[in-house]
Each structure stands twice: as C-alpha cells, then as structure tokens.
C-alpha cells in the first residue's frame, strides 16, 4: 500500500522487504524506554507537503504517525506500530530572530543547545534545559513540555512556547498562539477542522462539573512540574481570565506527545543570557535526606539550579573515560552531592552568595565538605549529573535501572517526607535504587534495579509502579513531571485523575484526532504497560563464543544492552566532541551509535529463523562506523562500537568468507613489504592520476582519493645503517615500536623523532616486534590481529619496563599495546599485556612526562614565534589525551597552540579510501575540520599526530600536516 506514496513523496521512506529496510525499521523499533515494537514503515520527510501527504495517507489506510525527534523519549512516546515520521534530519531550520522581541521561529527537528549556540550572538538563549540538550530537539521538547535543569527560574516548554504552527488531523494547517476573546469568538466560528477544534474545546471546558473535576482531580498547584494527561488545568485557567491575549492552545500541544496534531513550527520565547559568572557548590551530604533538607535551604538563597547526584552514579563515574576527569571535585565517599548553581556580575559577588549558603548550611549541620566550583570546573561538575541515565547503565548483571518512577513530582515541601516513604516502598521489595536530578523543582529521578528479563521482574515493574502513584497521589503530585506518559503511565492516570479527567482527556484526543492517525496508543488508550518490552521473558539466550575477551563487560551481549538510547551519539559538531562522526555528517539515526548498539542486541537475542537475515541487515547498520572509538569515552555507558563491530565482522567473515578488499587493507604489511622492493614502481602508479585512478578502482577505493607512497627505504633499514644512530650511546633509553605506517610511509617522521630525541640526550632503540595489528583490527579480522598481539607481547614483555618505556608515532598503532591487546592475549600473557600497556605511550604522552621531571627544557629549543592548529586522533583523545599534545608543541618559548575543535577527520583508515564511503568521510572533514584549515595563514603550522589525519587534510584542503615529532625537531636549536 506505500506504493502510492512513493510518486509525489520527496523524503526517504522504509517499507519494503529488502535488507536495508528491515534493518532501519529495526533501528526505529526503540527509543531511550525499556519498550521495543517494530514499526511498519519509516518516513524521514523533507516538506511539510511530505508531512501532509502522510496525514492523508494515514486516514486512508487506518495507519497512526508516530512523531520522532531526537528519540530520547523515556515512556515509549516513540515506540508502537504505527508509520514513523522522524523530522530530525530536514526539519532543522532556525526560521527567524526577532532581537527586539525577543523570539525565535524554528523548525522542530532544531537541537536545543544547537540553537542557542546561534543565539549567542544576539545576547539571547531559549531557556529549559535538560540534560539531554545536546541533542534533544524542540519538538520533543514541546512534545514532553521538557523542564529540565534551570526549570526554576527559567520554568518549563509550556511557559517559553508562544505560538505553533501544525497540520491538523485532516491535513489543513493551523497556528496555535495567543489570542484576544473577539479573536477566540471568531476562530469558533470558522467552518473548518480549527473552528470545530475550538468550539468543542471551548463546550468542553466551559461546563461547571468538568472545572471542577479538573480543580480537584489535578495535581496540587504549588507543582510546576505537573505533566499527566493533557493540560486542561491550564486550559481551564486560561478560559476563567477574559481579558488581553489569555487564550493560546500552544499551551496545550506542549505535553501532548504528538497526540493532537503535527507541529512543523514554533515561536518560542527568549531571555537574555545570564550573568557571565557561574559557580557551584557541591553539597556533599551522609544521607539523601540530609541533601533534601539542604535543597530547602539552597532554594531560600535564589539558586538558579539545585539538582541531586547520589552515590551509585558516582560510584560508576570512576570507571568512565570521560567522567573519570570530571569527578575531581567530589571529597570522600558522600551518599549525595546537591549541586547549588548561582549566577553573578562578578566571581566576588559568586563567592559571597555561595559562603552565605555554606554558613546557613553548617548552622544546620547539614553536609561535611562544600567545595565552591567555579565557570569551567562547575561545567565538568555537571557532566556527572548529566551523565546520570548512561552511567547507571554501568551496572554489571541482568537486574538493571528502569524509567518507571523516574518522573514523578510533588511539593517542594513534601520532597524529604516522600522519598522517605519511597525508599521504604523499594527496601520491602528487596529493589536497589538510584536517585538524582532535579530537587529544587521537587523531582528526583527515581530509577529502580528490575530485571526485566524475567516474569517476575515485569510483575515486580508493574507493582512498583502502582504503588508509586498512589504514594504520589497521597501527596497530590503529578505521576509525570517532565518525562510524560507515554504507553508507560498511561494506564495509571484514571487512577491518578480519576474518571472524570481520564474521559475528558478522551474527549479532547477525539476533538483534535477522531481517527488515531496522531501516535495512537500514547496518554489515552494506551497498551499494558508491561508489554512490548525489549525483552522477552524467560528466554534463554546462549553465551556467544568471542575472540575478544568481554569478561570486563560480561559478554558480547551485555555491551550492547549498555546503551541505554539516551542518545549522546546524536550530538551535532556544534556541541562538539567526537561521538558519533557518521551521523554528524548524515544526521541519520541509523547512523549512530545507539542504532547500532540496538541492532546488535536485537540479532544478538533472537533464536528464530530469520537470524541469517539479521546478520546481513546488522552489517548494513554498521557499515558507517570509522571505530573512532569516540562511544568508549564519550557514550556514559562506555558502548565501545569499535569493538563490538569488529567481533562481529569477524563471526560474519566465518559464515561468509573475507571479501577481496578486507584482505588487501588487512594485509597492508605485507604488501607494503612486497612494494618496497620497488618503491619506484609502486610510487608511479600512485603518483600518476591516470593509473592511480585504475588502480584504485580495480581494489574498490575512490577514484579521487590519493594514496599514501613509499619512501626509498624503510625506517628499519635507516635506522641499522645510519652512522648517526650507530655511534649514539646515552644511559637514557627509550623504545620505539616501529608502526608499519611509520616505517614503509611516514619514514620522515620517524627518522626526525629519533634524531630530535638523540639531540635531546636520549638514545632510540627500536626492538625487534610486527606490526601493530590495526589494519586487521579496522576491518574484523580479529583472529589475526589476535596472533601478531601474542608476538608482540611475547617479543617485548623482558624488554619494556618503567626505566625504558616504549613509545609509538601513530597514535592507532601504538595504543593496541594499551587498548585491544588487553582484550586479546589468552589469559596467560594477559600480566605481561599488562605490564607492556602501563609503560606504552604516545610520544607527546612521554615528551610531556620528560618535561614534567625536568628532562627536556625550552632551552633547547627555538624563541621563534609560531602559531600552530593542532588537530588530535580520535583515538587518543578516547583513549588518552591532547593535553600532552599541545604541552609538548608549546615547550619552545613562543609556540603557541591551539585546538582545532574537530572530531574526527573523517579517514579513519581505510574508511576514507573505500569507494561507498568517500562521500561520508569528505563530509566529516568538512564539518570542522577542512574550513578551520583553510581559514590558516601559510605561516600557520597544521599538526596532526595521526597518519590518516594528515592524508585527509591533505586531500582536503591542500594543506601538509606535520606530526609533533616533526615540529619539534625542526624547532630545535
């Protein structure tokens, strides 16, 4: 029945019964819930006439849309079997600023930070934040009414929505805003789908026992985060007051869910950006009471933000690459941090606000340990409350942390009394809990450890959750804050509601959506909530025999089950990092890390007979990922994809052999050992545009992409002959590991490494090893790369020790020594792997190191002045640091560094050579990195420690890259 659509429909569309649909199709099956349900087709529209079309189509065929933004939904809002129309990828539009006015026009698939970073500016920012700014979208926003962070006092989506622009259930178009009682007689009078929207709305609300069922069956007023059903109370608050510009519908698309109608615009409001100083303090607390006493008190001192951290997400910041840098600031072992924010003109004004809290809280004993954090050090503080749903997922075992009551809010005043009674509740279940976020809004997210794998574990989901709402109803709250209800809290709002209010929120999705076609199923009508989950249960799933050890993760599957859908891989270059280069160039969901992750724990579960067809739509969704390693660090949940899709490769090439390419690029070594025989021959080939275009053809590269050439002579060979070398003897020693990239290609460099080091009085010794596995890693041939790390440890582990470390040039090379050898060796050469890994190092890693003991002094080095872009591998910047880097290029006096933001270059290996993928990789480079080179004087020095980096800056821009090694050498005196 798609057929028909496919005529006039510009967007993509998935339906069929091909790889590439199934495996999309899969990827939309999830959001960032517990919920799983595969949808029938998936619309990525590029025009709101795409969008109508679908309207039609929908009503014509008895279909239901399903409106996805970010997809970080935690109540299932996204999930269902219906059409899902993801506006994430065209709908990105910043539409119009008003700076006098202080409004903005979007398009909903526009990024919350993402916009704001345009605003800057203007001296404006959209305010609610939630911790999921980095990639959610304004129409999920406005979907869930999304708070967040600074919802007390920048308030809620509701309060900073001023108009929406949206297709109606017939297709026609409406704006909802702010309109006079003449322009509200007026628009009921209209004879269209809008006229009967507001005169039903209007009888509806205008009858004296609906007001009052809404009066007493809503939650308390003093709750600003009152999020369950639909938002008649404010409806109805509107109708009372008859005077200005009181009545605007906008007001009740905000929480909806999608339900009613179709958003393709909004106006939001705008603030002035806050003072330029912002600090913290950190609370530290014995108790998650004692930090709820304090949050009352931090409110009283007009905080902008006071959000909890409990000590289960600390705990696992430890383990974490990235949060790991970020937990510096926590003293002891505290139960609970409350994070205090002020904002002040000045750090003296900061400080005087923060010391007033900190006096009033020792005057109640309340907390042990107050450190004040300040601009850069309070923003890292906040990664680990942002961090919070991913880095629960860190917890080992099946019993795992689930949305269930995580959005539940009460009075401010009624907060300590009822977790109190909450953790009561979870203690007589036997259920381990998490608590953090938002306190000063009186909502913590309260996440229990259920295991959702079993019948006893849904039973146990289902329970908790009714005997949640009625501890939440005993306090007049509101059973969803900010989250929503989704097909999770669905069925429990008669209870919260009560009847009356649970059969007007009927009404109102049957005035606006008489037919379903708008995300059936969500708020009203919705399914049990304990089905359709991700698992099923009591199912018996077979450990899977790996190459690579997954003890540290448990196994192959438990790595996958990590990601929790927060969708961390959906942030833009804008926002920054390196996670997830792919979609950052495509902006398809199919192409992050989340969606991968989710297919793969999908083919890892199924036991049925469509698994062969699994594995082929699986490789297809992993096809884009460059094993940056970016997910490592970056992802809170650690969902290392580099190794995860390297260890299927490797099952997928056992059932259907090694294609041709794959063993070229895995052989690399080998074949750049044959072409130095003649490096002449080899050389001419590529140089020439003719026959290198062949060539790279015949081998299934891009025709336009260059390819690295030979030197003369290997840097083995230079190194056992040159005199210079020979005749260098010094009692301090180093080793190099000769990378095969290094010693056929990048000779130079290493040549000008040892030289400079032997200039600084050391002497290079270059031990006998292999190459370093990488290119068979990149591909999936892990059994390979298995044997060389076995020779590799084997040939270093009586050599490498802390008095003589071994180094590397090619960050991807050296650092398998530190990363996946671990993971390879068998268990007995995994001490020895050990050893090897603590005493491997970059060399900025080591430089850095020298010049912190006071080995290497700017004194050898040139006063000359020199500004130098330093671009990083993604690979050390997941699995070790820049700041070695830039400290060991800024040793001479006058060099000057700076980072170029950039995530990965787009290389990554042989992913930029590949035909299939050149377009993408050229794309990644030119998201940052290419411009912020061009930008550059010719008197500017371009640095890149990574061999790929350098080639693709090269193809890219014109530009030659040098290596660290380099720079430093030619700035010796």
């Given amino acids: 029945m798609f057929e028909s659509l496919l005529k006039d429909f510009e967007g993509e569309l998935?339906?069929?019964?091909?790889?590439?649909?199934?495996?999309?199709?899969?990827?939309?099956?999830?959001?960032?819930?517990?919920?799983?349900?595969?949808?029938?087709?998936?619309?990525?529209?590029?025009?709101?006439?795409?969008?109508?079309?679908?309207?039609?189509?929908?009503?014509?065929?008895?279909?239901?849309?399903?409106?996805?933004?970010?997809?970080?939904?935690?109540?299932?809002?996204?999930?269902?079997?219906?059409?899902?129309?993801?506006?994430?990828?065209?709908?990105?539009?910043?539409?119009?600023?008003?700076?006098?006015?202080?409004w903005v026009r979007v398009q909903p698939g526009v990024i919350r930070d993402d916009l704001n970073a345009n605003l800057k500016p203007y001296g404006l920012m959209f305010g609610p934040e939630t911790s999921t700014s980095s990639r959610a979208m304004i129409g999920g926003m406005i979907g869930n009414n999304s708070c967040g962070l600074h919802s007390i006092i920048w308030g809620t989506t509701r309060d900073n929505l001023l108009e929406v622009k949206t297709l109606l259930s017939d297709g026609s178009e409406a704006v909802f805003g702010a309109i006079t009682a003449e322009e509200l007689n007026k628009k009921s009078q209209l004879k269209n789908k809008e006229g009967e929207i507001y005169r039903e709305l209007i009888a509806l609300i205008d009858n004296s026992e609906n007001q009052e069922a809404i009066r007493t069956g809503f939650p308390k007023k003093a709750i600003t985060r009152r999020n369950t059903g639909y938002a008649l109370d404010v409806v109805e608050e509107m109708w009372q007051i008859k005077t200005g510009n009181p009545f605007n519908l906008s007001s009740l698309i905000a929480g909806s869910e999608g339900t009613l109608c179709f958003v393709t615009e909004a106006k939001l409001k705008l603030i002035d950006l806050p003072p330029t100083e912002v600090g913290m303090v950190a609370v530290h607390t014995v108790s998650l009471h004692e930090a709820l006493m304090a949050n009352l008190i931090a409110?009283?001192?007009?905080?902008?933000?006071?959000?909890?951290?409990?000590?289960?997400?600390?705990?696992?910041?430890?383990?974490?690459?990235?949060?790991?840098?970020?937990?510096?600031?926590?003293?002891?072992?505290?139960?609970?941090?409350?994070?205090?924010?002020?904002?002040?003109?000045?750090?003296?004004?900061?400080?005087?606000?923060?010391?007033?809290?900190?006096?009033?809280?020792?005057?109640?004993?309340?907390?042990?340990?107050?450190?004040?954090?300040?601009?850069?050090?309070?923003?890292?503080?906040?990664?680990?409350?942002?961090?919070?749903?991913?880095?629960?997922?860190?917890?080992?075992?099946?019993?795992?942390?689930?949305?269930?009551?995580?959005?539940?809010?009460?009075?401010?005043?009624?907060?300590?009394?009822?977790?109190?009674?909450?953790?009561?509740?979870?203690?007589?279940?036997?259920?381990?809990?998490?608590?953090?976020?938002?306190?000063?809004?009186?909502?913590?997210?309260?996440?229990?450890?259920?295991?959702?794998?079993?019948?006893?574990?849904?039973?146990?989901?289902?329970?908790?959750?009714?005997?949640?709402?009625?501890?939440?109803?005993?306090?007049?709250?509101?059973?969803?804050?900010?989250?929503?209800?989704?097909?999770?809290?669905?069925?429990?709002?008669?209870?919260?509601?009560?009847?009356?209010?649970y059969n007007l929120f009927r009404q109102v999705k049957q005035i606006f959506d008489a037919n379903g076609i708008f995300n059936k199923g969500k708020i009203v009508d919705t399914p049990p909530m304990n089905e359709f989950l991700r698992?099923?249960?009591?199912?018996?799933?077979?450990?899977?025999?790996?190459?690579?050890?997954?003890?540290?993760?448990?196994?192959?599957?438990?790595?996958?089950?990590?990601?929790?859908?927060?969708?961390?891989?959906?942030?833009?270059?804008?926002t920054g990092g390196t996670m997830c280069p792919s979609y950052m160039a495509t902006r398809s969901e199919r192409d992050t890390t989340r969606a991968r992750a989710n297919i793969l724990r999908q083919y890892l579960t199924d036991n049925s007979e469509t698994k062969a067809a699994g594995m082929e739509e699986t490789k297809e969704i992993l096809d884009l990922c460059l094993s940056c390693k970016a997910c490592k660090s970056e992802c809170p949940s650690s969902v290392d994809m580099a190794k995860m899709k390297g260890e299927f490769l490797q099952h997928y090439y056992d059932e259907h052999g090694i294609s041709f390419r794959s063993k070229l690029i895995g052989t690399f070594t080998?074949?750049?050992?044959?072409?130095?025989?003649?490096?002449?021959?080899?050389?001419?080939?590529?140089?020439?545009?003719?026959?290198?275009?062949?060539?790279?053809?015949?081998v299934g590269f891009h025709p336009d992409r260059t390819m690295p050439l030979l030197h003369s002579h290997t840097l083995r060979n230079w190194y056992k002959n040159a005199k210079e070398v020979k005749d260098f003897n010094s009692t301090k020693k180093v080793y190099l590991f000769c990378d095969e990239f290094t010693d056929f290609n990048d000779v130079e460099v290493g040549k000008k490494l040892i030289l400079l080091l032997q200039k600084l009085g050391y002497q290079v010794l270059i031990p006998k090893h292999v190459e370093s596995g990488r290119t068979y890693l990149s591909k999936g041939m892990i059994r390979e790369a298995q044997k060389i790390a076995i020779q590799n440890v084997n040939a270093l582990k009586d050599l490498v020790k802390e008095e003589i470390p071994i180094i590397g040039i090619e960050p991807s090379a050296i650092l398998t020594l530190k990363d996946e050898y671990l993971e390879l060796v068998p268990e007995n050469f995994r001490e020895a792997a050990q050893q090897i890994a603590h005493n491997t190092f970059i060399f900025e890693e080591w430089f850095a190191r020298e010049i912190d003991r006071g080995n290497i002094k700017k004194e050898a080095f040139s006063t000359e002045k020199r500004l130098i872009k330093l671009h990083g591998h993604c690979h050390q910047k997941a699995l070790s640091s820049l700041t070695p880097s830039k400290k060991s290029l800024s040793l001479p006096a006058n060099y000057e560094v700076h980072l170029i933001p950039s995530g990965c270059c787009g290389m990554a290996g042989s992913f930029g050579y590949e035909a299939e993928h050149y377009d993408v990789s050229m794309k990644i480079g030119e998201l940052v990195l290419f411009p912020t080179v061009r930008k550059q004087s010719k008197e500017v020095i371009i640095a890149a420690p990574g061999t790929s980096c350098r080639h693709q800056i090269k193809d890219g821009t014109g530009r030659v890259a040098k290596h660290p090694a380099e720079i430093l050498y030619e700035a010796l005196l």
């Fill in 670 to 698: 080998k074949q750049m050992r044959l072409a130095s025989i003649l490096p002449w021959g080899y050389n001419f080939i590529f140089k020439t545009d003719f026959t290198r275009r062949i060539a790279n053809r015949i």
């Fill in 535 to 574: 698992y099923e249960a009591d199912k018996n799933i077979p450990v899977q025999k790996t190459v690579f050890d997954f003890s540290k993760q448990e196994s192959f599957l438990r790595l996958a089950e990590k990601c929790s859908g927060s969708g961390d891989c959906r942030k833009t270059e804008i």
């Fill in 299 to 501: 409110l009283k001192h007009e905080c902008s933000a006071s959000e909890l951290v409990d000590d289960f997400i600390m705990e696992f910041t430890k383990t974490n690459i990235e949060q790991s840098k970020n937990r510096f600031f926590i003293e002891g072992g505290p139960k609970a941090i409350l994070m205090v924010e002020f904002f002040a003109e000045t750090e003296a004004d900061l400080r005087e606000k923060a010391e007033r809290l900190i006096a009033e809280l020792k005057d109640n004993n309340l907390g042990y340990a107050y450190p004040i954090l300040l601009q850069d050090d309070a923003k890292k503080a906040w990664e680990v409350r942002k961090g919070g749903l991913g880095l629960l997922r860190n917890l080992p075992g099946d019993t795992q942390p689930v949305n269930l009551i995580e959005d539940c809010a009460v009075d401010l005043e009624d907060l300590p009394a009822y977790i109190a009674e909450l953790e009561v509740l979870l203690k007589n279940h036997g259920v381990q809990y998490s608590m953090y976020a938002h306190a000063g809004a009186g909502e913590l997210h309260v996440e229990p450890m259920v295991n959702l794998k079993t019948s006893e574990g849904r039973t146990l989901f289902r329970t908790i959750l009714a005997e949640t709402a009625a501890l939440v109803k005993k306090y007049g709250g509101s059973l969803s804050g900010e989250h929503g209800d989704g097909r999770l809290r669905g069925e429990f709002i008669p209870f919260m509601m009560g009847e009356k209010n």
């Fill in 14 to 102: 998935y339906f069929r019964d091909t790889i590439v649909d199934e495996a999309i199709r899969t990827v939309y099956a999830t959001d960032a819930s517990v919920y799983q349900e595969k949808p029938i087709a998936v619309a990525l529209p590029k025009s709101v006439q795409d969008i109508r079309q679908l309207i039609h189509f929908a009503n014509s065929n008895q279909l239901t849309l399903i409106p996805r933004a970010a997809g970080t939904s935690l109540a299932g809002q996204v999930v269902g079997k219906g059409l899902v129309v993801d506006i994430s990828k065209n709908f990105t539009n910043i539409l119009e600023v008003n700076r006098e006015e202080k």
